[in-house]
């Protein structure tokens, strides 16, 4: 394959990405043409010169970019690491991370919102990182990017969700900080059958009314 000259006609970094994505997609063709009764063999299909070109493949990307594939294709994956490998699947834990970049205004739909910076930058725009990871591997089961402006406290109940949903079982201990030891998240976790290790974090007032009869309990299985 002849090599392509690169000219930069863009000051956007943004723009990047997109052109090595570009580039990439090209000599797919050449090394999938190089290993052609491999993939006929292994994924018993018969390969054309035409089912790699970029085109093709950029339809491909187009396709798995949909979230509820995303999530199957995860799922999948991960069973078949756990199995194969034998991780250990006993502790999960969920935490978040923001980060702040330059960039100029956005839609309201943008995860690029205003919000609280942990770096002391309010004039930067950051958006947050939802990680549920096996312990004590620091394996990443799922990671789901959020508004820069959301709070932390209802990220956990997703992760959460989505965790379980890829190793295929409830059947684990959930651990935390004090963001993921409020009451509602405790009572999903408890409620779909899992425990939970957090910082404590004592009821508010409001919640305990809210719960009735004088206030609530989680339930003490849900404890460790």
């Known amino acids: 394959m002849i090599p392509l000259p690169i000219t930069l006609t863009s000051e956007h970094v943004n723009s990047l990405p997109l052109l090595l994505g570009i580039i990439t997609m090209v000599a797919v063709c050449d090394w999938a043409a190089d290993r052609v009764q491999t993939l006929n063999t292994l994924l018993d299909i018969t390969v054309r010169d035409t089912d790699c070109t970029d085109d093709r493949l950029a339809s491909i990307l187009t396709m798995l970019g949909d979230p509820t594939t995303q999530a199957t294709l995860d799922t999948a994956l991960m069973q078949r690491w756990v199995r194969v490998y034998r ?6 834990r969920l935490d978040s991370t923001s980060v702040s970049v330059y960039h100029d205004d956005v839609a309201d739909e943008s ?15 950051p958006f947050k990182l939802m990680l549920a990871t096996l312990d004590p591997l620091g ?19 997703p992760a959460y969700d989505a965790a379980v949903a890829a190793l295929g079982t409830p059947d684990v201990l959930i651990v935390g900080d004090s963001k993921m030891t409020d009451l509602p998240t405790r009572g999903h976790i408890v409620a779909h059958g899992s425990r939970y290790l957090g910082t404590y974090r004592p009821i508010h007032p409001r919640q305990r009314r809210d719960c009735g009869l004088g206030g609530c309990r989680p339930d003490p299985r849900g404890h460790v």
């Not at 942990?118 to 930067?124: F, G, S």
């Not at 394996?139 to 109940?157: T, W, Y």
């Open 87 to 92: 991780l250990p699947t006993e502790t999960v």
């Open 111 to 125: 995860l690029l919102q205003h919000g609280g910076s942990k770096d002391h930058r309010p004039d930067l725009r």
């Open 139 to 157: 394996l990443p089961i799922c990671c789901q990017p959020v508004a820069g402006n959301r709070s932390d406290n209802p990220l956990s109940v």
